[in-house]
């Protein structure tokens, strides 16, 4: 042995354990689960719900002009409805 080689292990030396299986599923894997019905789903076309807010978070907004685009859109300058905030 010379030249930084380093010497093989004994038969008899302790081998790494292997992991514990994992106690919570993976996060990032994606599991298919059927749509679940509600009864209080709002009906179609209404334009608020029962609490006052807008179905649609653009429907409680006044847009302006476009302030930039992006691969993934635009970017508009908008004031709240409820109340007349930019």
Do not use: I
């Amino acid at each position: 042995m010379g030249c930084g080689a380093s010497a093989p292990l004994p038969a008899s030396a302790p081998q790494a354990a292997a992991p514990p299986p994992r106690a919570t599923p993976n996060p990032m894997t994606r599991v298919a689960t059927p749509p679940v019905a509600s009864a209080s789903a709002p009906a179609a076309g209404a334009a608020a719900t029962a609490s006052g807010k807008p179905s649609k978070p653009k429907d409680g907004y006044d847009f302006f002009e476009v302030l930039g685009k992006g691969g993934f859109g635009e970017v508009r300058r908008g004031k709240r409805k409820a109340d007349g905030k930019m």
